[in-house]
């Protein structure tokens, strides 16, 4: 009882589930224009769009991209990524996890950062990341 | 017939045979007043025979017994925070350092700052952080206060740790002091956790992210946290492992800035002083502050009665 007394019923917390536009809006390579709001990166290579929930894996800060070093840094202990959000240095133990997205019926993004898609550490490529809902097909 | 009731009466209210007039007795009554009060007012002259002294201090202050003498410092808590004796030995700053006693002026420097920032500070997120730069510049003194608040608390992290080195290396953590360092080892703990929750209450990056990074590493528990060992085997989930437990939200909002501030100024302060206390009053009943462990000689030993 003393235990459920400390977890609260309902919260109030930012929308896990959201719309980010047509994927002709993106670019190719990362777009940080939802970070602030929802912590997203929206990540378009030739043949895929995904999206990057912006956590580090090591302790949970939120990495900035460093537009000029094609990579993401974390400035709380220095874990990197890179463009595809992919750890090659520093104590993060596996690449960022994705959020599950699909299109809707007009064509738009809608994005749910409460399903993830890891790719856990030990696990061949590319973890999670082939799964439907990891990605858009372009 | 006049006087004869008047007689009368006086003898029943005082239960004397008396035959003397009024005035002679009012006289007398009045005399004995005047000694009363002579005699109280000869003790109120001095300060330690009144009621009020001695309902503070117990002991009466009787100079000519020496069993007394003691007895009043022995019994007054405000006398007698230092032991009545202690080896002349054990109070030299080469073996003590005064870490401990420093730690805990720290503690009570903390305490009363800490109440003087609760007069201007609200713990939600729309005005921690203004309430913060308000103490800074327009509150009187307000940045003197928060400043000592602030040195405060790192100091009496870093002197925690240095009394302990200190208690490492005099021994005194063995026999018979084991239960006290495992006492202080909980102060250590409670510091620690009290130096944690201080630190998003400015709500700026700095805290900010490091409760971020602390709770995540919360996350990671076995059995209690969503990614820990065994953790989504007993099915929790970021909203309702321990990590949402501390911080009332699945990300560190205004929940987690209540809490933490809770937490800061009751929960663990609270917490804090009974073990002091304990702390303290073991660092007694176990010989002393420093210095070598009262020794038991086998022939001082006490033979188990035969019956």
């Given at each position: 009882?003393?235990?459920?007394?400390?977890?609260?019923?309902?919260?109030?917390?930012?929308?896990?589930?959201?719309?980010?536009?047509?994927?002709?809006?993106?670019?190719?390579?990362?777009?940080?224009?939802?970070?602030?709001?929802?912590?997203?990166?929206?990540?378009?290579?030739?043949?895929?769009?995904?999206?990057?929930?912006?956590?580090?894996?090591?302790?949970?800060c939120?990495?900035?991209?460093?537009?000029?070093?094609?990579?993401?840094?974390?400035?709380?202990?220095?874990?990197g990524?890179?463009?595809?959000?992919?750890?090659?240095e520093?104590?993060?133990?596996?690449?960022?996890?994705?959020?599950?997205?699909?299109?809707?019926?007009?064509?738009?993004?809608?994005?749910?950062?409460?399903?993830?898609?890891?790719?856990?550490?030990?696990?061949?490529?590319?973890?999670?990341?082939?799964?439907?809902?990891?990605?858009?097909?372009? | 017939?006049?006087?004869?009731?008047?007689?009368?009466?006086?003898?029943?209210?005082?239960?004397?045979?008396?035959?003397?007039?009024?005035?002679?007795?009012?006289?007398?009554?009045?005399a004995?007043?005047?000694?009363?009060?002579?005699?109280?007012?000869?003790?109120?002259?001095?300060?330690?025979?009144?009621q009020?002294?001695?309902?503070?201090f117990?002991?009466?202050?009787?100079?000519?017994?020496?069993?007394?003498?003691?007895?009043?410092?022995?019994?007054?808590?405000?006398?007698?925070?230092?032991?009545?004796?202690?080896?002349?030995?054990a109070?030299?700053?080469?073996?003590?350092?005064?870490?401990?006693?420093?730690?805990?002026?720290?503690?009570?420097?903390?305490?009363?700052?800490?109440?003087?920032?609760?007069?201007?500070?609200?713990?939600?997120?729309?005005?921690?952080?203004?309430?913060?730069?308000?103490?800074?510049?327009?509150?009187?003194?307000?940045?003197?206060?928060?400043?000592?608040?602030?040195?405060?608390?790192h100091l009496?992290?870093?002197?925690?740790?240095?009394?302990?080195?200190?208690?490492?290396?005099?021994?005194?953590?063995?026999?018979?002091?084991?239960?006290?360092?495992?006492?202080?080892?909980?102060?250590?703990?409670?510091?620690?956790?009290?130096?944690?929750?201080?630190?998003?209450?400015?709500?700026?990056?700095?805290?900010?992210?490091?409760?971020?990074?602390?709770?995540?590493?919360?996350?990671?528990?076995?059995?209690?946290?969503?990614?820990?060992?065994?953790?989504?085997?007993?099915?929790?989930?970021?909203?309702?492992?321990?990590?949402?437990?501390?911080?009332?939200?699945s990300i560190?909002?205004?929940?987690?800035?209540?809490?933490?501030?809770?937490?800061?100024?009751?929960?663990?302060p609270?917490?804090?002083?009974?073990?002091?206390?304990?702390?303290?009053?073991?660092?007694?009943?176990?010989?002393?502050?420093?210095g070598?462990?009262?020794?038991?000689?086998?022939?001082?030993?006490?033979t188990?009665?035969?019956?």
């Amino acid at each position: 009882m003393f235990v459920r007394f400390f977890l609260p019923r309902s919260i109030t917390e930012p929308p896990s589930t959201f719309k980010i536009g047509f994927p002709g809006d993106y670019a190719l390579g990362v777009d940080t224009k939802w970070q602030q709001l929802y912590r997203i990166w929206v990540d378009k290579t030739s043949d895929r769009l995904f999206v990057v929930y912006a956590r580090c894996t090591h302790l949970g800060c939120t990495p900035d991209w460093k537009a000029s070093e094609n990579k993401f840094k974390c400035p709380c202990h220095g874990s990197g990524y890179d463009s595809e959000a992919i750890n090659f240095e520093g104590p993060a133990p596996r690449p960022m996890d994705r959020a599950h997205v699909e299109l809707d019926a007009e064509g738009q993004i809608v994005v749910n950062v409460a399903t993830l898609y890891k790719w856990e550490k030990g696990v061949p490529a590319p973890g999670e990341f082939d799964k439907p809902g990891a990605f858009i097909p372009l | 017939m006049d006087s004869d009731p008047k007689k009368k009466e006086t003898k029943e209210l005082t239960g004397e045979k008396t035959d003397l007039g009024l005035v002679e007795r009012a006289k007398e009554t009045a005399a004995t007043l005047k000694d009363r009060a002579l005699e109280e007012a000869k003790d109120y002259k001095d300060p330690q025979q009144t009621q009020v002294w001695k309902s503070i201090f117990r002991v009466s202050h009787e100079r000519s017994d020496p069993r007394n003498r003691s007895l009043a410092i022995l019994s007054n808590v405000f006398l007698h925070l230092h032991p009545a004796k202690i080896n002349r030995d054990a109070v030299r700053y080469q073996y003590t350092w005064g870490m401990g006693g420093i730690t805990f002026y720290l503690f009570i420097v903390l305490t009363f700052t800490g109440v003087l920032l609760m007069f201007y500070y609200h713990p939600t997120k729309i005005v921690a952080f203004r309430d913060i730069l308000y103490l800074e510049h327009d509150v009187p003194f307000g940045k003197l206060l928060r400043n000592m608040h602030r040195w405060a608390a790192h100091l009496m992290v870093i002197t925690t740790w240095l009394h302990m080195f200190r208690v490492v290396l005099t021994g005194s953590y063995k026999k018979p002091r084991e239960f006290n360092w495992c006492v202080g080892v909980v102060l250590l703990v409670l510091t620690l956790l009290l130096s944690f929750t201080g630190y998003l209450l400015p709500d700026d990056q700095l805290g900010f992210w490091a409760v971020t990074v602390g709770t995540n590493m919360a996350r990671a528990t076995p059995m209690l946290g969503s990614e820990g060992p065994f953790g989504a085997q007993l099915g929790l989930t970021p909203y309702n492992d321990v990590r949402f437990g501390l911080l009332g939200g699945s990300i560190v909002d205004d929940n987690a800035l209540l809490r933490s501030y809770i937490w800061h100024c009751i929960g663990i302060p609270l917490v804090a002083s009974i073990f002091m206390a304990v702390h303290f009053w073991r660092i007694r009943k176990d010989g002393g502050i420093s210095g070598p462990s009262p020794v038991q000689l086998e022939s001082e030993m006490k033979t188990p009665k035969k019956k």
